[in-house]
Structure formats: C-alpha cells, structure tokens
C-alpha cells in the first residue's frame, strides 16, 4: 500500500523569505500522480500544484515549486517571498495513475506560519 | 459557479441519532468521494463511487453508508453515531483521473 509521510509538523517563515516543506512517499508503482494542497483556516482544500511521476521537470506555479526526486521518493515544496496569506496547513497527497479508485493518500500536514 | 456543496457546515448530535451530510456538485463529474481529517492523520478515504449506483469502500468505511442515486448527489450517512465519528469530513468530485474539487467541509461533533 502507499502511504504519505510529512515529518514537519510545523514550519516557521519571515514574510518575504521562502520555505521547504518537505514530503516522501513509497509506493511500488510506476506511474502516478503527486499534489500539494493547502488548507487555510476557512478550512477549505486548495490545490497548489501537481506534478505527473512521468514528467522529470519539476513543476512551478508562480511562487510555488516543487523539487521531485522520484528515485529517492521525494517531493517537496518550495514557497519562495513567503507571504502573511501563505499561512496555512500544508498536506502531500498520492494518486495512482491506475485509475481503480481515483483516491488521493494525504500525509499527515505541516502547519505553516508566516511571520511578519 | 462550479462547487461542490455540503450540508450542513456544522452538526453536533447525540449517540445514536441518525444523521444524514448532503453532498451535491455541479460539475457532471462521475466521481465523487468522502474523506474525514483527523489531526495527526490527514484526510482519509471513507467511501468513493465512481459513477451512478456504483460505489466502493474507501480505507475506513465503518459506521457510514452512502448511496448514488443520481450524478450530482452522494450522500454519507451515519446511521448510529459515535464519538469516534467526531470529525471534519470533506465531499470530493473530479472528472476521473483529473483534479479533485472539495466542498467546504462539514465539522460533525458527536456527543
């Protein structure tokens, strides 16, 4: 089975400064799907960024990257000139590309805070 | 507006007292999922279905029902609350294999 793991329970940022979250994951599959969403206090799920296991360029969403490391089973975060409305709960999530279940694992969240 | 909705947003209830969480999108997505977040456990798959009257368990499917009567709907259902089913529980649709969108969540306490 696959799981996620997230071993930063919380990180710290200066406003301005950017921030890695980092998250690892094991699967024995091939093919597969790796997102990071964030959950601010409303509580709701935004998706920040996906990255195909297929593709070796790392994905970028303005100040949003991602450092995939497929061998190593590595995929963080990266936050460049963090903002005070980045602050949020941070989760790594999986999806197989098989297509039996459509189900996302999630790891376990980093709480970010941004201060300013 | 594309969204998924969820209701209600706040529920708090007895032991026992059966009680039903709406879920509808306006997207015409075949799949549709529950999750519950727990802290220190992420979110977590409790059913999925991936199309009308098909559905599957997800990872915890004990104590919920839901049924898929029609493309927009899935309701979870909780026939015989625990305290253990306190929790934040999300609604998910998507295209298969395509993004996940969530409703707003609904925070269900368990007396």
């Known amino acids: 089975a696959q799981t996620v793991t997230q071993s930063q329970p919380e990180m710290s940022v200066q406003e301005a400064e950017t921030v890695t979250l980092s998250c690892t994951y094991d699967?024995?599959?091939?093919?597969?799907?790796l997102f990071w969403y964030k959950q601010p206090p409303s509580r709701q799920m935004i998706l920040v960024i996906r990255q195909e296991a297929y593709k070796q360029q790392n994905a970028t969403e303005n100040r949003f990257s991602v450092n995939f490391q497929k061998a190593a089973k590595s995929f963080s975060l990266k936050i460049s000139d963090s903002q005070l409305g980045d602050a949020a709960m941070y989760f790594c999530a999986y999806r197989s590309a098989d297509g039996a279940t459509n189900k996302l694992i999630f790891g376990t969240g980093t709480l970010l805070a941004v201060q300013p | 507006e594309a969204q998924v909705t969820q209701n209600p947003r706040y529920l708090i209830t007895v032991t026992g007292k059966k009680l039903t969480v709406t879920c509808s999108q306006n997207m015409n997505h075949e799949y549709m999922s529950w999750y519950r977040q727990d802290p220190g456990l992420g979110l977590r798959q409790i059913y999925y279905s991936m199309n009308v009257e098909v559905t599957d368990k997800g990872d915890v499917p004990e104590g919920y029902k839901v049924s898929r009567k029609e493309k927009r709907n899935f309701p979870l259902i909780l026939e015989s609350p625990s305290p253990n089913q306190t929790s934040l529980y999300f609604c998910a649709s998507s295209e298969l294999y395509n993004e996940q969108f969530f409703g707003p969540g609904t925070r269900l306490t368990v007396l």
């Open positions: 699967t024995s599959e091939s093919d597969y799907y």
